[in-house]
Structure formats: C-alpha cells, structure tokens
C-alpha cells in the first residue's frame, strides 16, 4: 500500500472510531442524565445501528430490517422491538426517514446525536461520582484496552486531574507524574481511586503523606492501610454486581 492510501486508510479509520465514540459518549452522557427512561433494548437496538452503519461506511441515510435486528439482539416481539426503536426516535438518537409498510421491509433511517441537557459531557464533580460508584460495585472489573485519540487523552488527563486534586499533596512535577498516571490500566486506576480516600483519613496530615510520584512508583494503592484505633482495612477480590448494570 501507498503512503496516500495509507494515510487515506489511516484517516477513514480514525474517522470510524471518532464517529462511534462520539455517539457512544453522547448516548451514555444522556443515559446518566435519564436514567429512568433507559432500558437495555434501547441500547442494544441503538449500537446495533451504530454497528450497522459502521459497516456501512458512515451513510447519512441506511436501511434497517426489522427481523434482521430483532434477531440479532434477542428480541422476539416486533411490538417490542418497535416500542424501543419509537423511544430512540422520541429521545432524538434515531431519524425516521421513511417508515417500513411491515417487518421485512427496512425503516430507512439516520443516526442522530442527541446532547445532555447541559450540551456537554458530565463536569469532574460527575465523574467522580461515576468513579465511586464503578469502584463499589466492580471491584473485579478487568482492564480495558485504551483506543488512542484525542478523546481518550482528554479522558486520561481528567482522571489525573481527579487524582491530583484529590490526593492534596502537589509536590513534583505534574507533567512527569502525569506521563506516570497515564501508563496505568484502568484497573490500577480503580484501585488508586478506592484506596486514596482511605489512605488520606490514615494520614490527615498531608506532610506525612508520601508523595504523589512515590505513591504511583511504589504502587502504594495495594498497600494495607490501618485506621487510628481500627482493625485494618483489607482489600477483596469481588464480582461485578449485575444490579449495577
């Protein structure tokens, strides 16, 4: 292959992984900011849409067989199937372009990327929440490959910041210790946030707290903390809680 078709291939495909985590990002802000409207099948028929039209190369408008999704994702009923695809069109994720006349004809539809309410993605104050809870209910969550672009950096870098203002103890260098943050998995990352709360009630005093680059070298997150006049406090190996999902 040729440099430009290369660089041509190099440049559709990061357009492809920016399109879906684009409409991923937006579908999942606005899952948090609705929770009581959003159900599995509304997420299993809308990122089988995204897939779709994946596959598709990106059309502005495509067709969508009833049956063909249905079967894909498990759904049996077509009233079921279009209650949901009804719900994806009212929240604004789906455009109906042109109705079928019945199931195995295709809706020619679009994908739409319906916004939070605040038109824009959740604050550190949210993703901290987010952070807390994903550590209670999943401790045994495994890593997760990290896809390399510009979404994921601004990701990355907001974790650190979490970490940094949370910590409270900003000695070093940022950069260096930044660069050391980024190179954790997203497990590590979840135990950083489980442990540091515990570690700074253990050390109130943030002069006898090591420092931030200390703590990231040592893997500090995996020490045993013991709380003032309390049994010490063990970490254990758990499973995903299905309730949390």
Known sequence: MSRTALRKFDGVCYFKIMNTFNLSRNFFNWCFENPGKI????VAIYFFCVDLNNKLGWKEEFGLASYYCMEAIGINKHQTF???LNDLIDYGFIKLVQKAKNQ???NIISLQSAMPK????LDKANMWHEVKHEV???RGKVAIDKQVNKQTIKQI???FEVFWDMYDKKVGDKNKIALKFDKLSQTEINLI???VPKYIKSQPDKKFRKNPETYLNNKSWLDEIILPNSKSIKKYKGTIDDNHF
């Open 39 to 42: 159900n599995p099948n509304h």
């Open 82 to 84: 279009i209650k949901y």
């Open 104 to 106: 195995y004809v295709s």
């Open 118 to 121: 605040n038109g824009k993605a």
């Open 136 to 138: 209670k209910h999943a």
């Open 157 to 159: 870098n907001n974790n």
């Open 193 to 195: 946030f489980e442990h």
